[in-house]
């Protein structure tokens, strides 16, 4: 079955990540920007909320872990966002998520990682 896409797109969050002392201490800029794959078939037949995945829920558990989370590395904060999104609602199938560290290297605007999961591959792990 082919799945439809939403997209949050440049999700601003200050927050702690990384290994250096002041990045333990001073909140920066977290950027995200996910694709969520869901179905959204049953929505557009019903015109209701109850039958589409609510991206608005989904952003604000984002933006929650981002505020109150202090991974070290990029590499666990993307991963925890990713998951976030599956247990937040069991219609998202596939999500690609990218988090950056603006402004985290000389010369570059931003540093970042782009991960992309099933929920599919999620069960297998869990089995």
Same mark, same amino acid.
């Given at each position: 079955?082919?799945?439809?896409?939403? @997209?949050? $797109?440049?999700?601003?969050? %200050?927050?702690?990540?990384?290994?250096? %002392?002041?990045?333990?201490?001073?909140?920066?800029?977290?950027?995200?920007?996910?694709?969520?794959?869901?179905?959204?078939? %049953?929505?557009?037949?019903?015109?209701?909320?109850?039958?589409?995945?609510?991206?608005?829920?989904?952003? $604000?558990?984002?933006?929650?872990?981002?505020?109150?989370?202090? %991974?070290?590395?990029?590499?666990?904060?993307?991963?925890?966002?990713?998951?976030?999104?599956?247990?937040?609602?069991?219609?998202?199938?596939?999500?690609?998520?990218?988090?950056?560290?603006?402004?985290?290297?000389? @010369?570059?605007?931003?540093?970042?990682?782009?991960?992309?999961?099933?929920?599919?591959?999620?069960?297998?792990?869990?089995?």
């Amino acid at each position: 079955m082919q799945l439809d896409q939403i @997209h949050i $797109k440049d999700l601003t969050v %200050p927050g702690i990540v990384g290994i250096n %002392p002041e990045e333990r201490v001073n909140r920066q800029e977290v950027l995200v920007n996910a694709t969520l794959w869901v179905d959204t078939r %049953p929505a557009a037949v019903t015109d209701d909320i109850a039958d589409a995945a609510n991206y608005r829920t989904i952003t $604000k558990a984002l933006i929650a872990h981002i505020e109150n989370g202090e %991974p070290m590395l990029v590499e666990r904060l993307v991963q925890e966002l990713t998951d976030i999104c599956f247990n937040t609602d069991p219609r998202v199938e596939e999500v690609e998520m990218t988090v950056e560290k603006p402004g985290a290297l000389r @010369h570059a605007r931003s540093v970042g990682i782009t991960i992309r999961r099933m929920r599919s591959d999620r069960k297998l792990l869990e089995d």
